[in-house]
């Protein structure tokens, strides 16, 4: 699909991602399982990881199929975390994608249940026994994942984020939070796409992608904040200003606007700069969605 | 090990498995998340999911650098599920292995992301990068590994679980539910252990041990069943009697305690008679494993 535009491509590619997340988060699991897991996963969302593996996938010409499945994957792990996060016991938020949240609708048990399963799926997707996807990328595919989503990635930033509720925090340690607790899913699904490469990629190329990744989580992040405070309820999905109703640490409430706007410039330069110096030929999706990442408006 | 008696195969067994997850499980992680998983994991439970890969590594004569990542991957799911399930939107319980449970210790959030952070850990340690484990092995085992412990496996028998409190079950309804919820960890740990073998095992062998691995499942549900009214807290190191208190369906509480212990019986029965047709040399440890589940008095 090389020969597409950028949203010509990303129509396609989302499509895809969503007709395959249809078919393979079952809906036949046992006592209303199933319909809470597709409940927090189909439908919604910006699916920014799922393009981030599938754009990295283009970027070094690798192995298609698994690239569509690692997607799903960082995917299934991004759902889990919005449902487990949006319990009564952590953000105890109501609203997320325009919807009640899934303890809302299905109570906090299935939600709990529905995000352990969820979590579980992602890996159950990356290693298929049809021979359709290398053994050893499946198994690079899970010790990618598996790191990105852990204690030294996303639920160890979460475990910060727990901590700093109240608390000033200077700008590297909100920058470290959030290299936890967005960035390394997000970092992480660049990784996954690299890694479908069928021969590997070289190791030059496989640091600048990581300094690319590295940029885009903290952008998404520092524009993640600047909407929390600029956009409203409905734009967004999700309920707008409770960051700073809830006392948490942003950039804006650390920086201001106009500085976490000029920061999310400068990341967006960088992350231009890292494809530069990757030398791949083919990595004018990832440009595109480093883009599409800073001038989004939900 | 093969020459050792069982008590001490077992006992050097488990204190490998211990040492393993000291190692393991990080007591870096940020922001008091790793004190939490160790917690959980360490220096508590019988183990006997570890013991089953272990024991089946053995009858295959298989991986043992593999067998112990996924006997200490297995015991990673289950402390998680353990973690979750006492939580007070699940079962509220407040004591566990003799200690506080990790919510009550920790407060629910933290319990949250800890059990979270164990089921991405299980992944990653199947998914060593150092090359000590062949790559389609470590694949085969994250396979194993998410069917068992999925929508599919554990978090659905949970989810019928979740449903079926305060309402009669039938005996084939109980059995479907902990052919899931105890059972698929259970037979997958005896499976994880047979894919350690490094040329793989036969058709038949395979179809013995999952037999025989369906057969202990379920001695160890029923079994569970019977000291959860035979035994008192202290012994259990869990609160006992909850299960009738909660109103939850039973094999005691649907057969009586004389059936149900001619249940165990005949289930140790069939995992005896699974073995014999497995034509494996080497299942002894698997053959005392499963006397020990229905003997035990914990």
């Known amino acids: 699909m090389t020969s597409l535009d950028f949203p010509g491509w990303s129509d396609a590619q989302l499509a895809r991602v969503e007709q395959a997340l249809h078919r393979w988060v ?10 809470a897991m597709r409940y927090a996963v189909l439908d919604g969302g910006k699916r920014a990881r799922p393009l981030l593996v599938l754009a990295a996938c283009e970027a070094v010409r690798g192995n298609d199929q698994a690239a569509l499945r690692a997607a799903c994957a960082v995917e299934l792990i991004h759902a889990y975390s919005l449902v487990h996060d949006d319990m009564p016991c952590m953000d ?3 609203l997320r994608r325009g919807k009640p949240t899934v303890h809302v609708r299905f109570g906090e048990a299935q939600a709990l249940l529905a995000g352990d399963a969820l979590q579980a799926l992602a890996f159950e997707l990356l290693t298929p026994g049809d021979g359709s996807v290398p053994e050893a990328m499946q198994a690079a595919l899970c010790r990618l994942l598996a790191r990105a989503a852990g ?6 930033g979460q475990a910060i984020d727990l901590a700093s509720v ?39 190329a496989l ?9 885009v989580g903290l952008a998404f992040q520092v524009v993640d904040d600047i ?15 409770k960051d700073a109703a809830a006392d948490k640490p942003t950039y804006v409430s ?3 606007l106009d500085a976490s706007r000029a920061l999310a410039r400068e990341l967006l330069a960088q992350a231009h700069r890292a494809l530069d110096a990757s030398g791949l030929p083919d990595a004018g999706r990832l440009r595109a969605l480093a883009d599409l990442v800073v001038q989004r408006n939900r």
């Not at 700008?171 to 992480?188: C, D, V």
């Not at 405070?229 to 707008?240: E, N, P, W």
């Open 227 to 241: 909407l929390d405070v600029t956009a409203d309820s409905a734009a967004l999905g999700k309920t707008a200003g």
């Open 92 to 94: 105890n938020d109501v």
């Open 151 to 156: 204690s030294g990635g996303m639920a160890g």
């Open 207 to 215: 640091a600048a992608l990581d300094d690319y990744g590295a940029a």
């Open 26 to 35: 079952p809906a036949d699991a046992p006592a209303g399982l199933g319909e």
């Open 254 to 256: 650390l920086l201001g």
């Open 166 to 204: 109240g608390k000033p925090l200077s700008e590297p340690q909100l920058r470290g939070m959030h290299r936890l607790k967005t960035g390394a899913l997000l970092q992480g699904s660049v990784r996954m796409g690299a890694a479908c490469a069928p021969q590997g990629v070289g190791e030059a």
